[in-house]
């Protein structure tokens, strides 16, 4: 067996390296990832640290599909795609930095992801896309009827030899705790004062905005109905649309991931 040193072996997060799946229905899994390796660099000063091998373990029990995805200076972020698991698998995944030159074999990083935790967020609500924009690096565009809000990213932040943009804005801890919270409030402001959109009343029938007050409702005891009945001014249900920004906030624990992004001097 290959034995592993595993002396100052760091613990990464999620806003430094994140496995996220491929949509590929009835098809092998296929997944990308996003990197960001300043704490790694932070914590491993040795010059070679940039041939340290990046490797992703895929696995349900004792069945393992093993990734070199690269090195730390040249990861190779995909999309990559399984032999053995497929796209619905509830796969677990253990992502690995190692050294090959100092001591080889020694674990310099570790990222252990559960079963369906690298599908965890809050943006299956809100997709997110790169396109032209006037001078700013993101916004919220609505579509038509029927049609999700979506988040997106001016197409000058991408690279176009290495577009990272939006695996950036779906990993990255600092970006998704300011972006959150004023996507949700934008969204909600719109659909309750701008629109005046009530909420639907055929359950099979369901439209975007019905998801979104769904969403807001976990963090309202007062029902997004009455919001709607007779005598009810716009002005009226800001409170209701503050306390679903202040809800996904503190479920999202935002300020503790800024604060963390701040003191690491990111």
Known sequence: MRRINFTRRLKLAGNDVRFRRLPHP?????????????????????????EAILVVEVYIGTRTERFVCGTVGLPQLGPHQSKQFRDGDRVQVRVKVADVAEAPGRLLALRQIRAGEEDA???SLLPI???????VPFKVEFGGQGEPPVLVLNDQLDDPNEPRAKLYAQSDKAF?????????????????????TPPSDDEDELQPHDEWYRFAQRFNSQPIQELFREGVERIERLPW?????Q???????????????IQEGR
Request: glycine residues 4%; negative net charge; charged residues 30%.
């Open 26 to 50: 009835d098809g092998p899994l296929k997944f990308e990832l996003a990197i960001d390796f300043t704490r790694l660099k932070k914590c491993h000063t040795q010059p070679h640290v940039d």
């Open 129 to 135: 896309d790169v396109r032209p924009l006037d001078g």
């Open 247 to 261: 809800g996904l906030a503190r479920d999202w624990n935002a300020v503790q991931k800024l604060k963390d992004v």
């Open 241 to 245: 649309i503050e306390s679903a920004v």
């Open 176 to 196: 998704m705790a300011l972006a959150l919270p004023a996507a949700v409030r934008e969204i909600l402001t719109r659909y309750l004062i701008a629109e005046e």
């Open 121 to 123: 967020t809050h943006q």
